[in-house]
């Protein structure tokens, strides 16, 4: 089976720790092919007709359907199965890192002059909303830090994500392709990147910002994508940062990384051309994705564009596949992902001020030659799963 891209600063895995991450993929490839396909027959051929029966209706929400089916025997069994190998996943890459871990820390530091920059802050203060629930199981989350230093969650998330992210394709993860030109988890940089060249052919940026950053998956793409621009990039947790950087300098590529949140950025008015952020959105609180769309629109430029890719809102998805999409809410400590997901994006940018008829909303799906967008539609005639969604908006 695959392995992640062996840049530099790729934690190495043993063989009997690779052997548990393939035990780990092949399992979540099982999943996804052959066990929650069955949930939806459960879902239509028992629990649906059981519902109309006792109420003269179908179920109307996710909320309906969840109630539902958490009742069935079949949708413990998944659900329980599913949270399982999430904590396998972390477990096994959790103890590959420590393992090397010093090594890491110290191939992080700055040898020659560096390209680009690394800005920590000692006092920053973690906001509540990452600190007081580890996103999707990671033992200490994106921040906590073990020891000075510390790469320990960036590394984490760089192998880590690689295996969590390839599961969700199904049998399609065996065809997934992670090389030093396209890196598999630059997949929603290179989408966001593809749909701001489409929509606006001539954008030369000078300055571009990547808001929750975390290891630079996305962001390295911007530095290919339009040579010449500043790079900055922001994210709250001091160990990603650190390997950010780290992982940015062995590659060659310049980016300005710093410890800030979106929520209240240090940079001046006007000061970027594009703002954008990839899977920032369903990890922060509906209070703070409010705030940061704020923020973009203030260090934007008038002209300038922001676009954020998230994985799906529930927009389009019918109640059954809306209670499937929302597992992680209840299930993968991502609080936030519902609530997110239930409004529709141009909502969200109305109310920090962009204006709703500059503001734009599509699917962005894999298609057999790259990316392929959508404009996101409310209608439930043609609901689909894993379709991610990128919105944002141009400053008048
Ligand atoms: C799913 S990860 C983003 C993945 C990354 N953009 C990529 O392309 O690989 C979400 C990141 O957002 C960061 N984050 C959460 N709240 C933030 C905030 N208020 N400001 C900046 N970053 C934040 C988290 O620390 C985490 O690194």
Request: aromatic fraction near 10%; charge should be negative.
């Amino acid at each position: 089976m695959q392995a992640p891209y062996a840049h530099p600063m790729m934690p190495r895995a043993l063989h009997d720790e690779h052997a548990r991450e393939n035990f780990v993929l092949d399992l979540k490839i099982h999943m996804e092919d052959h066990v929650y396909p069955g949930d939806e027959l459960v879902y239509e051929r028992q629990a649906l007709p059981k519902f109309k029966r006792e109420h003269g209706r179908a179920p109307q929400d996710r909320h309906e359907v969840r109630k539902l089916m958490e009742a069935e025997p079949y949708t413990q069994m998944w659900s329980a199965l599913a949270r399982t190998i999430q904590e396998m996943l972390w477990d096994d890459i959790g103890s590959c890192v420590e393992r090397q871990l010093p090594e890491l820390i110290e191939k992080a530091k700055d040898k020659d002059k560096p390209l680009g920059s690394l800005r920590i802050d000692p006092s920053f203060v973690v906001p509540r909303y990452n600190d007081a629930v580890h996103l999707h199981c990671v033992p200490g989350g994106y921040h906590e830090q073990v020891t000075k230093d510390d790469v320990m969650a960036g590394a984490v998330y760089e192998r880590g994500a690689y295996y969590y992210v390839a599961g969700l394709m199904g049998s399609k993860a065996h065809k997934a392709k992670d090389t030093a030109e396209t890196p598999f988890m630059g997949a929603q940089g290179r989408g966001t990147i593809g749909y701001l060249k489409h929509r606006r052919p001539e954008l030369r940026p000078k300055r571009i910002l990547d808001i929750g950053c975390t290891t630079g998956n996305s962001t390295l793409c911007y530095v290919d994508a339009f040579p010449g621009a500043e790079i900055h990039a922001v994210d709250i947790a001091a160990p990603c940062l650190r390997y950010g950087h780290a992982k940015a300098e062995a590659l060659g590529k310049k980016v300005h990384y710093s410890q800030q949140s979106g929520e209240k950025l240090d940079f001046e008015d006007a000061y970027f051309d594009v703002v954008v952020s990839h899977g920032l959105m369903h990890e922060t609180s509906y209070k703070a994705t409010r705030n940061i769309l704020r923020e973009v629109k203030r260090v934007l430029k008038p002209g300038g564009i922001s676009a954020h890719a998230d994985p799906q809102f529930s927009i389009g998805l019918n109640p059954y596949h809306s209670f499937m999409h929302d597992w992680d809410t209840h299930y993968n400590a991502e609080p936030f992902w519902g609530t997110l997901h239930d409004r529709h994006p141009v909502e969200w940018l109305a109310e920090a001020g962009f204006d709703r008829n500059r503001s734009f909303a599509v699917w962005l799906m894999r298609g057999a030659n790259g990316p392929e967008y959508q404009p996101v539609s409310e209608s439930t005639e043609h609901s689909r799963l894993f379709r991610g969604i990128i919105f944002g908006a141009e400053k008048a």
